[in-house]
């Protein structure tokens, strides 16, 4: 099975450099959206496809890295940030399952800020209300037949948040056959630092 992982880029380069490593060794296809120099010349030094694109409206940035899949012919495509990470086995995990399922998560994952010290915490996901059974956005795994039915295009292109949320919708209004993975051996990791600004806030979790 071929996995695709468009990586939106905005600064974070020393760990997007990790990240889009980490991907290539686990048999991954990274495809790098951003508009900054730095981004173009990581593209460049790990032999990645670059796409030029605004940080803003987010939706449309992401959109644009899914649609790119498309040219690499995969059976599936990644949802993950750059400061995202999923462990060897999920990789395996989901390329298996890929021809029973059309939509792949977890409900929970860690996160780890890294300062002067490391500091690590398990978030179960989204515990309660309507969105208690709905697999967290690190991780998702849209298979091709899903991404054909919506035109390779998960989100509204002027959306810059709620995206987790927007791309679960079109999920359920495709009626997508749900896969969630929940195994001990199978791990997601967001990490955040003070060396930079983070979208998700550790305190928070």
């Not at 929970?108 to 890294?114: K, L, M, T």
């Not at 948040?161 to 791990?187: C, N, P, T």
């Not at 967001?190 to 806030?201: A, C, G, P, Q």
Request: with cysteine; hydrophobic share 40%.
């Amino acid at each position: 099975m071929k996995l695709c992982a468009p990586v939106p880029v905005f600064g974070r380069f020393p760990l997007v450099r990790l990240t889009i490593s980490r991907l290539k060794r686990q048999g991954v296809i990274p495809i790098i959206m951003g508009h900054e120099r730095e981004a173009l010349d990581i593209s460049k030094e790990l032999n990645v496809e670059f796409i030029s694109i605004s940080n803003d409206p987010l939706g449309n940035k992401w959109n644009a890295g899914f649609m790119a899949c498309q040219n690499y012919s995969p059976d599936g495509a990644i949802f993950m940030g750059s400061s995202d990470w999923a462990s060897d086995d999920y990789i395996q995990s989901v390329s298996d399952a890929l021809n029973d399922f059309a939509f792949i998560g977890m409900l929970g994952c860690h996160f780890a800020d890294v300062s002067d010290e490391v500091r690590l915490v398990h978030w179960p996901g989204y515990a309660k209300g309507q969105r208690q059974y709905e697999p967290i956005g690190i991780g998702r795994v849209l298979s091709n037949r899903f991404l054909d039915k919506i035109n390779w295009q998960p989100f509204d292109k002027r959306l810059n948040s709620g995206l987790d949320w927007a791309m679960w919708l079109r999920a359920i209004i495709s009626d997508a056959s749900i896969g969630i993975f929940d195994a001990d051996e199978i791990q997601f990791l967001s990490i955040s630092t003070d060396k930079w600004e983070n979208k998700h806030k550790f305190e928070d979790h």
